[in-house]
């Protein structure tokens, strides 16, 4: 059973910065995709920031120039690094792996940005 376990949520007030983690065990981590979701009260999940097996990234226009997703492979971890936090950014934050045809969710981690 592939886990994916996230941590680093917590409440930060704008401004400030996060680093989310998200620890993966039971899965070929270095060639799988890597991504972070969240999802807002009464919004539909979206896509943060993803880093491929290469090491490719991609983020949402958002939270460009502001978020950084990031890996280690010898740790099978992935990173979300949050700098200059906004009220729009609090969610429900999600790590994704996807392994050819197989997507699999950690349980998510809640991020709130005070104003």
């Known amino acids: 059973q592939v886990q994916l376990v996230e941590s680093g949520g917590g409440l930060v007030q704008a401004g400030g910065s996060l680093r989310l983690s998200c620890a993966a065990s039971?899965?070929?981590?270095?060639?799988?995709?890597m991504g972070w979701y969240r999802q807002a009260p009464g919004k539909q999940r979206e896509l943060v920031a993803s880093i491929s097996s290469g090491g490719s990234t991609n983020y949402a226009d958002s939270v460009k120039g502001r978020f950084t997703i990031s890996r280690n492979n010898a740790k099978m971890t992935v990173y979300l690094q949050m700098n200059s936090l906004k009220s729009e950014d609090t969610a429900v934050y999600y790590c994704?792996?996807?392994?050819?045809?197989?997507?699999?969710w950690g349980q998510g981690t809640q991020v709130t940005v005070s104003s």
């Open positions: 039971r899965i070929s981590f270095s060639i799988s995709a």
């Open positions: 994704q792996a996807t392994l050819w045809q197989s997507t699999y």
